[in-house]
C-alpha cells in the first residue's frame, strides 16, 4: 500500500517551498505521496498537523517546528529544522552554527572587525546562528565588538534593520543576516541610502534560496543542502513508519542524531574587504595618516598618542577653518594643515584618515573617505 505522508511547512518562505519540492522527489523514490498542510499567522503548525493525521496521513513532517510547539495527534513525526527536546520527534537538520561560522569567519578573513548581526527571533535555527556569529567574534578576539539587531526572517525584518542602523550611525562594515530574506530587505534599503554593496558594507545572507543568484543581488550566503534534507526527512519517514529495516537513530534523545548536515559559503558579490584594507603583503607601520577634527582635547591628544590606535604617525590636519587647523596642527606638532575636509581627502600622499568629529559629521565623512580609497578610522566616542 502506498503510504501518505503529510507535509507542514509556511508558503511565504522560498526555502522552505523549494524544501518542499525536493521532498517530492525524495517521495517518489520511496512510492510515497505527500499531502501538504499550510501553517500561517492565522493557521498554527498544531491545527496544520491534526488536519494531516485526521485525513490518514501514516507520517508528517514539520518544516521549521518552534519553541513552544505541541503535536497531539497520534501520527509519527518528522521534523527538518534544529532539535527540539520538548517534541517526540525524529530531527534531520543543517549544522547551523556551523553555517553562521563559516559566514562571520569569511568576513574577518577579508579584514572585517565592525560585524553586525541580524537575528532571525524566535525560530530555533536562529539561535544556532546568533551563537555562531557570536563564538566566530569572540574567537577573533572581536568579542566587544558585537553588534545585534533584532529581525526575523521577512524582508520587513531586513529593511527594518537597515533603517535603524542608518539612524543610529556609525555604520558597520559588514553584516550577516539570519535569512537571505532578511539580506534581500537590507541591501535594497541600504543602496537607496547611497550606500553601497559591497564596496561600503559588506553582506552575508543564510539559506542560498532562488533569489540568491539573481544579478542585481548575487548575494553572498550560506547554502544549506536542500536535496540532502529532503532525503534524510523521507529516510526518517521510511524508518519511523517501519519501512526500513532498522528504526531511527535518535540518539537516545529524540534526535535523528545521525543527520546533521554541513552547510556551505557560497562567496558571490556582496562581500569584499573593507574599504581602505592594506592590500596583501603591506606594510601598516608605513601608513601616512591625517587628522579631520574641529577640536583637540586631552582626550583625542590621548588617543592618538596611545600604541596600536594608528600605524603611522600623523602627517596632516584638515578642519573646518584654516584658524582651528592651524591650532590643532600646532598643538600635535604638525607641520602641515588644510582650511578644508576635501583637501586632506584628496591628498594622495596620505594613505589613511582619522575621523574626530561629531555623529553624523562622522559619518558622512567616513564614507567620503573610503570612497577616496583612504584607510577610515574613527574615534573612541566613549
Known amino acids: 500500500m502506498t503510504r501518505l505522508v503529510g507535509v507542514v511547512f509556511g508558503a511565504s518562505s522560498p526555502f522552505e517551498a523549494d524544501l518542499v519540492d525536493r521532498l517530492y522527489a525524495a517521495a517518489d523514490g520511496f512510492g510515497y505521496r505527500l499531502t501538504l498542510g499550510l501553517h500561517t499567522p492565522s493557521r498554527t503548525r498544531e491545527r496544520a498537523v491534526a488536519d494531516l493525521a485526521e ?26 529544522g534544529e532539535r527540539l527536546p520538548s517534541l517526540t520527534a525524529v530531527t534531520v537538520g543543517t549544522d547551523e552554527w556551523r553555517g553562521a561560522q563559516l559566514a562571520v569567519q569569511h568576513l574577518i ?52 534593520a537597515a533603517e535603524r542602523l542608518l539612524a543610529e550611525g556609525n555604520l558597520p562594515t559588514a553584516v550577516f543576516l539570519a535569512n537571505d530574506r532578511m539580506a534581500i530587505g537590507f541591501i535594497d534599503v541600504m543602496r537607496h541610502s547611497g550606500v553601497r554593496v559591497p564596496q561600503d558594507m559588506s553582506v552575508v545572507g543564510y539559506d542560498d534560496g532562488p533569489h540568491a543568484v539573481l544579478g542585481h543581488l548575487n548575494l553572498t550566503t550560506v547554502r544549506q543542502d536542500v536535496p540532502g534534507l529532503a532525503s534524510a526527512a523521507i529516510d526518517a519517514v521510511s524508518a519511523v513508519v517501519g519501512d526500513a529495516p532498522a528504526g531511527p537513530d535518535t540518539g537516545g534523545c529524540g534526535f535523528y542524531g545521525a543527520l546533521s548536515l554541513d552547510p556551505e ?20 607601520d608605513r601608513l601616512r595618516w591625517g587628522l579631520l577634527a574641529d577640536e583637540c582635547d586631552d582626550h583625542l591628544v590621548h588617543e592618538l598618542g596611545t600604541p596600536g590606535v594608528l600605524s603611522g604617525p600623523i602627517e ?67
Request: with cysteine; glycine share 10%.
Open 265 to 284: 559559503l557560497m562567496v558571490r558579490g556582496t562581500t569584499a574587504p573593507p574599504a581602505g584594507a592594506l592590500p596583501d603583503g603591506a606594510q601598516p
Open 109 to 160: 578573513d577579508l579584514g572585517h572587525t565592525a560585524i553586525a548581526h541580524v537575528e532571525g527571533g524566535d525560530h530555533p535555527c536562529a539561535s544556532e546562528r546568533l551563537r555562531g556569529y557570536l563564538g566566530a567574534m569572540a574567537a577573533a578576539g572581536y568579542r566587544d565588538e558585537c553588534r545585534t539587531l533584532v529581525g526575523d526572517y521577512t524582508e520587513e525584518a531586513g529593511a527594518l
Open 55 to 80: 485525513q490518514g496521513c501514516d507520517a508528517v513532517i514539520v518544516v521549521g517546528a518552534e519553541f513552544g510547539d505541541r503535536f497531539e495527534a497520534e501520527v509519527p513525526l518528522v521534523v527538518v
Open 316 to 382: 596632516v590636519v584638515a578642519s573646518a577653518s584654516t584658524s582651528v587647523a592651524w591650532e590643532i596642527a600646532d598643538r600635535l606638532g604638525i607641520m602641515v594643515s588644510y582650511g578644508i575636509y576635501e583637501d586632506l581627502i584628496d591628498d594622495p600622499e596620505i594613505d589613511a584618515i582619522f575621523i574626530a568629529l561629531p555623529g553624523d559629521q562622522c559619518d558622512t565623512w567616513t564614507i567620503k573617505a573610503r570612497e577616496a580609497g583612504k584607510l577610515v578610522r574613527a574615534r573612541d566616542s566613549r
